[in-house]
């Protein structure tokens, strides 16, 4: 064999490796445990709470209708009231936040956060009768009160 042909080939099988070796690499850091992210949030989190997350995020009437209002407290320290509140939409993942969910004991955390810890969503919902409600809800910004983003 040439010693074109032996370089060659060596790049090839070269890389086949790295190829093989990044999507392995991959797939690792997509699960956790043997379970996908998606996996570990439906164990740990109620069936029943699922469905109405599903429904709170879709349905207006249905959000408003499972909110303890008045809420405490925006970030000037008044409430939240049904009156002014902007109902919330689904969580759409584009890559540049992280959504978590934690049950403790029935309560339920979500938050939602960039990476780099400058923006930071945060709610709770308790059981309530045969579903839930949202008990709190707080958002945090770093930007915010910030002399960046006043305007001249």
């Known amino acids: 064999m040439s010693r074109a042909i032996i370089i060659r080939t060596q790049l ?4 086949v490796l790295i190829s093989i070796l990044l999507v ?6 997509t699960q956790q445990n043997g379970h996908t992210h998606q996996e570990i949030i439906t164990q740990d989190i109620p069936q029943a709470f699922l469905k109405f997350y599903m429904n709170f995020l879709s349905d207006t009437t249905f959000q408003k209708e499972h909110i303890l209002f008045p809420l405490k407290q925006k970030a000037d320290g008044t ?10 939409k ?10 978590q969910f934690s049950n ?4 339920i955390l979500e938050t939602i956060s960039d ?17 839930y409600a949202m008990i709190y809800f707080s958002v945090m910004n770093a930007f915010e009160n910030s002399d960046d983003w006043r305007k001249d």
């Open 24 to 29: 392995s690499c991959r797939d690792q850091s």
């Open 90 to 99: 689904p969580y759409n993942d584009n890559g540049e936040f992280q959504q």
């Open 104 to 107: 403790m004991n029935g309560l």
């Open 12 to 15: 090839l099988v070269t890389a």
């Open 79 to 88: 409430k939240w009231t049904r009156e002014e509140w902007v109902c919330h």
């Open 115 to 131: 990476p780099k810890g400058l923006y930071q969503l945060e709610r709770r919902y308790m059981p309530s009768g045969d579903s």
